[in-house]
């Protein structure tokens, strides 16, 4: 099976940074495009930021200039440093990952089981 599990959410003051990181493990033969998802109170679980096999960014809106996704695919992790974080960030961040793994042999979308950042004003 193939898991993936995040890790350096928290709480941090407005202007503050913090840097997300997504293990994946498991029988993984490729992984296509990893990214960030998140869910704040009330809202929508939106896409925060992709990245391809290649190394190809994608951000929402909300967070260009801000936040930069990035991937260590010997690790088979994905980061994402957020700079200049705003009340507005505070949100569950789930990592997500389009993965063949060994077992099934075809592509499948995992998840992460999500991790807390908050940002106080």
């Known amino acids: 099976q193939v898991q993936l599990v995040e890790s350096g959410g928290g709480l941090v003051q407005a202007g503050g940074s913090l840097r997300l990181s997504c293990a994946a493990s498991g029988s993984i033969l490729s992984i296509n495009t990893m990214g960030w998802y998140r869910q704040g109170p009330g809202k929508q679980r939106e896409l925060v930021a992709g990245?391809?096999?290649?190394?190809?960014?994608n951000y929402a809106d909300s967070v260009k200039g801000r936040f930069t996704i990035s991937r260590d695919n010997a690790k088979k992790t994905v980061y994402l440093q957020m700079n200049s974080l705003k009340p507005e960030d505070t949100a569950v961040y789930y990592c997500n990952a389009d993965v063949v793994s060994k077992r099934i042999m075809a592509i499948a979308t995992y998840w992460g089981q999500g991790t807390q950042v908050t940002v106080s004003s």
């Open positions: 990245i391809t096999s290649g190394g190809s960014p």
